[in-house]
């Protein structure tokens, strides 16, 4: 695609799929290469599905890594500029990007523990995203909300609780 000029296609390419590959490789530096380049030559202004694209994988790499805390500030602070560009009003991206969301304060949330300012401000995330993906009553949404609610019970020692929501997650991701 560089090799044409086609810019739009190799942004696209990079900021959804290659640094995904890298990872999965287990090449968190790599991954993040890849982000930092995916967006370079494409514009700043804005706030486009690229640029959400990226910021997926920014918090997933963070997630990898195992913070968190990162993880869900850096969600936090591009959530406005991503809330401005209308992309939130697109319903698989609504509830993909709440989800996220609610992964990260998750994340977060079991580095900062129970009583922090930041805690709450996190936990107050994991219940906005499970009523955000809720809400839509999609059949992908549901059992990934589970997911997060099992994760928030296991967080709050509710074990009996999480095991109920894992069975109910892996029932519907099997429908």
């Known amino acids: 695609m560089r090799a044409r000029g086609d810019l739009y296609g190799e942004t696209n390419l990079r900021s959804r ?24 030559a494409w514009t700043h202004q804005g706030f486009h599905v690229q640029h959400y694209w990226q910021l997926t994988g920014e918090v997933e790499c963070d997630l990898w890594q195992g913070d968190g805390v990162a993880a869900w500030k850096r969600a ?12 939130l009003r697109v319903e698989f991206t609504r509830v993909e990007a709440w989800l996220m969301r609610g992964r990260a304060a998750l994340a977060a949330l079991t580095q900062l523990g129970h009583t922090s300012s930041d805690a709450r401000a996190a936990r107050g995330d994991v219940h906005e995203a499970l009523r955000m993906a809720r809400r839509e009553h999609l059949a992908w949404s549901a059992p990934l909300a589970d997911l997060l609610e099992a994760g928030l019970a296991a967080h709050d020692a509710a074990n009996e609780q999480a095991l109920e929501l894992l069975r109910s997650a892996i029932a519907g991701c099997r429908r």
Not at 17 to 40: P, Q
Not at 76 to 87: D, N, Y
């Open 17 to 40: 799929i290659t640094w995904f590959l890298k990872l999965m490789d287990g090449d968190l530096d790599a991954a993040r290469r890849e982000l930092e380049v995916a967006t370079s």
């Open 76 to 87: 936090v602070t591009r959530w406005p500029a991503m809330a401005g560009s209308l992309l």
